[in-house]
Structure formats: C-alpha cells, structure tokens
C-alpha cells in the first residue's frame, strides 16, 4: 500500500474506504467525459493528486472570497484583492479549493440568486485546467451569526438550543439548515460552534456556544453534526478549536490569551471537540488564541505545531480536514508577516487558509516554502487529499450544479417554518417574574417596544399586534442617547406596558462604553410602570441591573424568537427553557445570581 493510500485509510476511517474503493458502487452520477480531475475512489484520487502541478496543489489549501453578487461583474474591490476584478476571474487566477460567501460583502441577495452565483463559480472552476469544482462555504451557524437571512428558515441559534436541552430539536434545525444550504449550492458549514462559554463576558462567543457545561455542550455538536453532515450530506466544521469559550479578547481585533491548565483545558475545552471527532466530524476550525498550556511559545493556536499536529491530530486522533479560522483577522497576524502565517499554518498542520488578506503575497510563499524544502510536498499532498476526499463525499465532485428553479421548494418552506418556530418556543426562558406581570391578560393595551434593534423591535410590534395590543415602537439602538432614552420614558409613561430588548448591555467595553442600556432599563423602571426586560443575545444583561422585577432571555432576535417571546408573554405558550450558563453578579464572575438551570413557568 503506498504512503498516500495509508495515508488516507487513516484519514477517512475504514468504514468509509469500504464505500469508496474499486467494484463498490458510489451514490452519484457517473463523471462528466473528459474531466481529468474525477475519481471515484482512492487510487483515482491519488492518480489525480499525481498530476496536478505544485501550484494546482496549493490553489486548493486556499479558501477564497469576492465581492459581489455574480461570478461576472466586475468590482474594484477584487482588483485591489486580487489583480482581477471579477470571481470568475479570481477562481480561474488561483483555481482555489474552497470559496466563502458573505452577506456583508455583497455575496447575498436571495436564495435563488446564490444558487445561480453557486453555478458560475462552479462553471469557472471546471473551465479551468484542473476541472475542479469548488467546496462553496459559508458562516450559516443561525442566532446572530447568519449570513442568509429570511427567506431562509431561521432558527434560535445555539444557547437557544442549549436552553432547550434537546439534541433532537438541534439535529432537526441542522438537517434544515444543511439541506436548505445544499440547495443554493453551498456544501460546507462553518458550524457548530462548539466552544464552552464559561465566561460571561467573552465578547466574541456568548450565545454562539450552546452552554458554559462541557456535558450539554458536547451533546449539542454532536446532535448538529448529525443533522449536517449525516441528515443534509453537507460539511459541518466543529470550531474554534482548542476551545474558545473562556477568552476576554475579540481575536478579530486581538490576541486572546486562555490561561486554563492543562486538567482545565481537558475538563472544560476538549469534550466537545472530542465528540465531534467520535461522531465523525468532517471539519474543524482552528482559533486564533493563545493558550500556554499547550503551547508556551506564544504562538496563536493556528499557527501551533503543539497543537494542530500534537493535540488534534496526535492526540485527539482527528483525521479530518483541518482549516485555519480567516487570517484576515488581527490576532493570527499581530505576531507575523503576512506571507509567514500562511507558511507557518500550514507547518503546524492546518489543510487549508480561509480568507488570506494578501493572497498573492501568501500563495507565493507557500509555493517558495515547499521548493526550499521547508514544507515537505508529502505533507501538501496529504493535505490536498484531504480536500479532494471530501468533495468526493460531500457530493460536489459530481453534482457540482443546483437547480435555482427548484430552491424555493427546498428553502424556507411552510413545513421548516413551522418547524422552526415550535423549535424556538421552547428557548424562551423566564428569569424573574417577582411582579406576577407575566403572562399579559387578553385585554386590550397599549404596549411600548423600546431598546435595540430596529427590526427586532419591529417584530416584536408586529407579533403584539396581532394579539390585540396598540403597539408604539422607540428603537433606542445598543449606544441609547440621553435624547432618546428621554424620549423613550415619555413615551412608557403613556403606555400600559413597557418591554424593553437589551443587546449586550452588559458589555461596556466594546458595545454600550457609556452603559447607556443600563441607564435606559433603569430609567424605565423609575416609571413606576410595568417594565418587561427582556436580554435578545447573551443572558448575563440582568446582573447590571437586577431590580427589574420581570426579565426574559431569548438568546438571539431574529423574528422567530420575537415571535416565539410574544407568545409567552400572553401565555400562549409556557416558558420552558432554562438557563445553559450561570448568569454570575455583577463584577463577581465566581458569584451566580441565577444558576445554571433556572428558569420559571406557571
């Protein structure tokens, strides 16, 4: 058996070898005619290896970007990126492995339009000389990290899950999730996240991790894994390993630093991530924080040969696709050179480069590093297998098309819809109802929704409205001016009901520095009126200010949620969620004011 061969026994596990080696059939479409790069099994997978040039080689460890909605306009901002100015041009200039959408960067319109941007780079990919298509990727983890929005079906996000408790309601929103994403054309997930949120003022993670307890935590990736990968046939990305959950940095602005021992990191971080691995995860993303038990040299776990190859591949025993989180970000490059963190992630083990900020610059040194010898073309193979297996499993090889006419009976039907709405009923979860205001009689009212998010607020309007109340939105944003958070006193003082969103107030570093959130609630409460608060992200807002009497947490604020918050304050549904973190006092993080667990009903 040649190194390449065993290389990749071990890589994907005999059970899946059995299903891709010659005389076993394989569950695609036969190849296209004359599309050199096709295999249906490992020795074509390692022929094809064999004829692609070092730079095809290294065009598939990178994972690109471009800016707008089609493979075919041209925008300045590709030029400036890369030389060209269209994606077309982008893919047919580096023939890259993967590629990533993003809202932000003009990628989204709507799901039609996507499968249709899906097929172009598709189209461009396969003109090349490689016949290659593209593993199409991007951030859909749901809650506050979504990149499609409605019509898309969306879903609670992970704490929403974690306050639920249950996996099977997690593996159902994964399988739609997943399925709803195969559609447009996009076949890996960079999700779950499956960091601990042990620390309640991570300005980075909070919501996103499903729970501050490595049990429920684990269980939770697991059950998504499944709904991704086994449910949907997509690629589920389990990050930010070695665990992300306890910093007090943003690492895209800095360089976190995890001071959990080696016992801490093994009780708290790893479970989740070794779960994963036993559930058969295809992908994990590296993170860009520093933590000295396990690698004293300083270096950012992605840029860490102690780590990738020492804990996850040596120790954990993860034979899968391992891929840096973006480099663009500031805590990967504080400590180096662009061109010498593409170098140096690839040393310590990663297979792939999301999001290099100077690709020409990082390309070329990645190629100048394995003909110096300092990267061994053994380990790029090796790599480059990885990334040629899973486009064979996750189907793209020979199904790299979707059909945009038939996404809408795939995405945000009535049935996952629905679905997801009974899913997020059960996250809502009721804190404090000391003033018995909860759940609201049928009689008529007049409600003011005030606080952040102008559309969240708006939902929130729009459910109360359709339950009879007379509705006056104040949307005071996460910085409230003292003008505004005036005008939203005046107004609850003509109101029956005041519910009040906060959004991070309890961070005061980055999101409110005035506190001014606090200020609002507080205000608000001096009404003397009935005032419900009501945290739409992290839970911990209430230790800031705990005399409110009434204070619900939904974990996320997309209209799902609201919809689901309207219904348990008119009792149409009973609160049933509980607390996945401890909600710690005020400046005492060792202190919970509410334990994990807790969470009222009637």
């Known amino acids: 058996m040649s190194a390449l061969r065993r290389f990749a026994v071990a890589s994907l596990g005999l059970a899946t070898i059995a299903s891709l080696t010659p005389g076993v059939a394989v569950s695609a479409p036969p190849p296209e005619p004359k599309t050199p790069a096709a295999f249906t099994n490992l020795q074509q997978a390692t022929k094809a290896l064999q004829g692609m040039t070092l730079e095809d080689k290294i065009g598939q460890l990178f994972v690109l970007f471009a800016y707008g909605p089609d493979a075919a306009t041209p925008d300045a901002r590709n030029t400036t990126l890369y030389g060209v100015s269209t994606p077309a041009e982008v893919v047919a200039k580096y023939k890259p492995g993967g590629w990533i959408y993003f809202n932000a960067r003009d990628n989204v319109q709507n799901p039609t339009q996507l499968a249709t941007y899906s097929n172009q780079l598709q189209q461009a990919a396969l003109k090349t000389g490689l016949h290659l298509p593209l593993t199409i990727a991007t951030d859909q983890e749901q809650g506050v990290v979504v990149r499609i929005g409605p019509p898309a079906t969306q ?16 593996r159902t929103a994964a399988g739609i999730t997943g399925r709803e994403l195969k559609a447009m054309g996009i076949r890996q997930d960079y999700a779950p996240d499956a960091d601990v949120n042990v620390n309640a003022l991570n300005p980075v993670i909070g919501v996103r991790s499903y729970s501050s307890d490595p049990k429920l935590v684990s269980d939770m990736t697991v ?102 989180d973006a480099l663009e970000m500031a805590a990967v490059r504080a400590k180096y050179g662009d061109a010498e963190v593409a170098v140096r992630a690839i040393e310590a083990g990663a297979d792939q480069l999301l999001l290099p900020p100077a690709p020409d610059v990082q390309f070329k040194a990645v190629v100048d590093a394995v003909k110096s010898g300092r990267i061994s073309e053994r380990q790029i193979n090796e790599s480059v297998l990885r990334v040629l297996l899973l486009k064979l499993k996750n189907g793209v090889l020979f199904q790299p098309y979707v059909d945009p006419a038939k996404v809408v009976k795939t995405v945000g039907t009535p049935a996952s819809l629905a679905t997801a709405q009974k899913i997020v009923d059960k996250s809502v979860t009721l804190v404090k109802n000391d003033a018995a205001a909860l759940p609201l009689s049928n009689t008529p009212r007049k409600v003011l929704v005030t606080g952040w998010g102008v559309t969240t607020t708006q939902a929130l309007a729009t459910s109360l409205t359709a339950r009879g109340a007379t509705t006056t939105v104040a949307q005071t944003g996460a910085t409230p001016t003292d003008a ?119």
């Open 484 to 602: 505004a958070i005036t005008d939203a006193v005046t107004k609850a003082q003509a109101n029956d009901v005041t519910v009040v969103l906060t959004q991070k107030a309890w961070d005061t570093t980055v999101t409110d520095k005035l506190a001014k959130q606090q200020k609002l609630v507080k205000d608000l409460l001096a009404t003397g009126k009935t005032v419900i608060v009501v945290a739409v992200r992290d839970p911990y807002d209430i230790a800031y200010f705990d005399a409110a009497p009434t204070y619900l947490a939904t974990y996320g604020y997309a209209a799902v949620s609201m919809e689901s918050l309207a219904k348990v304050l008119y009792g149409e549904i009973k609160p049933t969620g509980k607390l996945p973190v401890d909600i710690p006092v005020a400046g005492q993080p060792a202190t919970p004011l509410y334990k994990f667990g807790h969470g009222l009903s009637w």
């Open 155 to 170: 879903f609670g996000g992970n704490m929403a899950h974690g306050a639920t408790r249950n996996t099977a309601d997690a």
């Open 223 to 324: 059950a998504q894994v499944k709904g991704y990968q086994n449910d949907a046939g997509i690629t589920a990305t389990a990050k930010h390993f070695p665990g992300h959950g306890d910093t007090a940095t943003d690492s895209h602005t800095g360089l976190p630093v995890i001071n959990h021992s080696l016992q801490e990191w093994n009780t708290i971080d790893a479970p989740p991530f070794k779960a994963a691995i036993k559930a058969g995860i295809d992908s994990i993303m590296t993170a860009h924080i520093v933590v000295p038990s396990l690698d004293p040299s300083g270096d950012p776990a992605t840029l860490s040969k102690p780590i990738l190859t020492g804990v996850l591949r040596q120790q954990l025993g993860f034979k899968g696709l391992i891929i840096t």
